[in-house]
């Protein structure tokens, strides 16, 4: 299911690309927190100290890329947002 969502995540980002720059690095550290959150519903074991450095990665990430001016802050928030939400609902759906 990883590889699929992962495959997914890449065309929506192709396809965003084409009309908005969004971030990608947001877009696949989203998506990797998404893996870690489900990974610890799923096999129920506490990956609560992995989430959170996951989350605190995706900060250090997003402030990054607005301080470089690589990305503007909505740009970094739809990457995230993307990546996370979208698998999570993907991984969420395929596992019910």
């Not at 980002?13 to 893996?35: N, R």
């Not at 997003?62 to 970094?76: E, K, M, N």
Request: proline residues 1%.
């Amino acid at each position: 299911f990883y590889l699929i969502g992962a495959t997914l995540l890449v065309l929506m980002s192709l396809i965003v690309s084409f009309y908005w720059k969004i971030s990608l690095h947001m877009v696949s550290i989203g998506g990797f927190t998404a893996i870690m959150i489900i990974t610890s519903l799923i096999l129920r074991i506490d990956l609560s100290w992995l989430i959170a450095a996951s989350f605190l990665a995706s900060g250090f990430t997003g402030a990054s890329r607005i301080y470089l001016g690589a990305h503007s802050p909505l740009q970094v928030y739809a990457g995230y947002i993307m990546g996370l939400g979208s698998m999570l609902l993907l991984l969420l759906y395929m596992n019910i």
